[in-house]
């Protein structure tokens, strides 16, 4: 079959090994559904972050790009939205399917780009996947409400589309991020664009191949790339009506205040402290074994890694067979067969890792397994950390109060269950939190009191399936949490309501005189 458009990637032949890639491919805009070649002038240069081989260059879209991907999603708006419901859903389904037969592709792309392990890359594809399944349902999800207020009157309401939308990507699930947007903004009738991360764009890519195929119409999806600059213009520009935000809280609360500032709507995902509590009573094998999947599993660089495990009681004298838990984990390029833990992002994101580890050895903490350092011997040039123990931390310590988005897990010691939740609500963030017990009283007790947005209980990773939404806490959401992602808030997110009163009056019952008055 022919070659399809995507840089670097056919749906026959893309790279599922870290060797070199010969003659890199830059990565292009996506408008019109067309990929077109980006005439920037300023380039920024992707590298595998397993080998630091040169990837892609991803442009710094130009002022011209940019208007021009904000002018296809206005003219294909206005036909987008009189599309009929069914024939979104149709495409829906296609695009699902397309996914789906797409899958291993794109999770390598991601595997290429990000870093993460192959088989936890099928997982970021599957957790957008089943976000564009859910949305399949549209037709029951998107009814409104009548009311008959009286014999003659009755209220309804719509949920109409708002217009151009546009998404801001992170790095660490370039497809499930994109994913969170996409089918929800698009089958509720508008018009999106996204901007991938500038680290890790391909997956992005190939879903705009996918959207094309799936029959949506041009200018529905478009992409565009760049870092800071592309985000200033989606904040500025008046014809893009809402922004959905996945990221760190200095890019996000700057994106959320300004695009407020600018009359938009927004909805923002931050960063994230997430602890896991221990109590004596847990079943301990699965405890350890969730809590070293959940803190090492994508090298810790999820907004759900349980990065702090509180050890309550005398659980603290668990820490040495997590220590060992962790040590059998195999860290690895994402492509080796039997890796569990692919490298961080870049080597900025490793030294600042390193950075904190030696921060806390500086601060009085045990460091109980050290991965700096750490090299797998075929990949020597990547941006390794391998896992990592941090024992007796105290609340002051950097290690405790930074999102370190890397494989560490630090542990603090409390006496009492109280004590843990007084210690989880403290913690300015508020996107997960876990308890692992058998008790539950005391499970019950912590999901009531516990500050954070999303509970597991026995579940180190409690990300809402999509027919619930992502209902992350305190500074973990900018916005106090007003506008979450998908499920229902994300279908309120992408639309307007509208609410018309009608009366319907047989002539000679209407009234003879004007009415100043309020009805009473
Ligand atoms: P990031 O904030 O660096 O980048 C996210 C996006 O913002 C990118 O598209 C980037 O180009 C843009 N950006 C970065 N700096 C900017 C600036 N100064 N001005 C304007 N735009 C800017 O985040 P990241 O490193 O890609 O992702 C990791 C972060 O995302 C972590 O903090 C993680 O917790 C968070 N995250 C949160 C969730 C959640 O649902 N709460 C999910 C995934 C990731």
């Not at 664009?193 to 529905?220: H, N, Q, T």
């Not at 221990?278 to 803190?295: Q, R, T, W």
């Not at 890796?339 to 009085?364: C, F, N, Q, T």
Request: net charge neutral.
């Amino acid at each position: 079959p022919a070659a399809t458009t995507t840089a670097a990637s056919t749906a026959d032949s893309y790279p599922t090994t870290h060797e070199q890639i010969p003659e890199p491919q830059d990565t292009q805009n996506f408008l019109d559904n067309k990929f077109t070649a980006s005439q920037a002038t300023q380039w920024i240069d992707l590298y595998d972050p397993a080998t630091n081989n040169l990837v892609t260059r991803v442009p710094q879209s130009t002022d011209a790009e940019l208007k021009a991907a904000v002018d296809s999603a206005e003219k294909a708006f206005p036909a987008w939205r009189n599309t009929s419901l069914l024939a979104r859903q149709q495409i829906m389904f296609k695009f699902v399917a397309l996914i789906r037969e797409n899958w291993d592709r794109l999770a390598a792309s991601i595997t290429l780009e990000q870093g993460k392990t192959f088989a936890d890359a099928r997982g970021d594809v599957l957790r957008g996947l089943q976000v564009a399944e859910t949305s399949c349902g549209i037709t029951t999800q998107l009814t409104g409400e009548v009311l008959e207020v009286s014999k003659d009157m009755e209220t309804r309401s719509y949920k109409e589309p708002l217009g151009v939308t546009a998404a801001i990507c992170p790095f660490n699930f370039p497809a499930m991020i994109p994913l969170w947007s996409i089918p929800i903004a698009t089958v509720t009738g508008n018009t999106i664009i996204v901007k991938p991360s500038e680290r890790d764009p391909g997956a992005m890519m190939i879903l705009a191949e996918l959207c094309e195929k799936a029959g949506f119409p041009p200018g529905v999806v478009n992409v565009i790339h760049g870092s800071a600059k592309t985000v200033d213009f989606i904040l500025d520009e008046p014809r893009i009506k809402a922004i959905s935000f996945v990221g760190s809280n200095k890019a996000g609360e700057y994106i959320y205040s300004r695009a407020s500032a600018n009359g938009k709507r927004c909805q923002a995902n931050l960063g994230a402290k997430n602890h896991a509590a221990v109590l004596p009573d847990a079943a301990k094998n699965h405890a350890m074994n969730a809590i070293a999947g959940a803190a090492f599993g994508a090298a810790g660089q999820r907004c759900m890694a349980l990065s702090t495990v509180v050890l309550v009681g005398e659980t603290k004298d668990w820490v040495p067979e997590i220590a060992e838990m962790a040590k059998k984990l195999n860290v690895n390029g994402g492509f080796e067969k039997g890796a569990d833990l692919g490298p961080v992002i870049s080597p900025e994101a490793k030294k600042r890792i390193e950075d904190v580890i030696k921060s806390a050895e500086e601060e009085g903490a045990t460091i109980v397994l050290d991965g700096r350092g750490y090299k797998p011997e075929k990949y020597p040039n990547g941006n390794w950390v391998g896992p990592t123990l941090i024992a007796n931390v105290k609340p002051h310590m950097r290690c405790y109060r930074e999102e370190i988005f890397g494989p560490v897990l630090v542990c603090i010691n409390v006496p009492t269950i109280d004590d843990a939740i007084n210690l989880i609500n403290a913690n300015e963030y508020g996107n997960g939190v876990a308890i692992f017990t058998r008790s539950g009283a005391t499970a019950g007790r912590f999901q009531k009191e516990v500050e954070a947005g999303q509970v597991g209980i026995n579940v180190p990773i409690p990300v809402p399936l999509p027919m619930f939404s992502f209902t992350g806490n305190k500074r973990s959401i900018a916005g106090g949490g007003s506008n979450t992602f998908y499920g229902k808030p994300g279908i309120n997110f992408y639309t307007q309501t509208k609410t018309v009163t009608s009366l319907w009056r047989s002539e000679d019952a209407l009234a003879t005189k004007a009415s100043v008055n309020m009805p009473t």
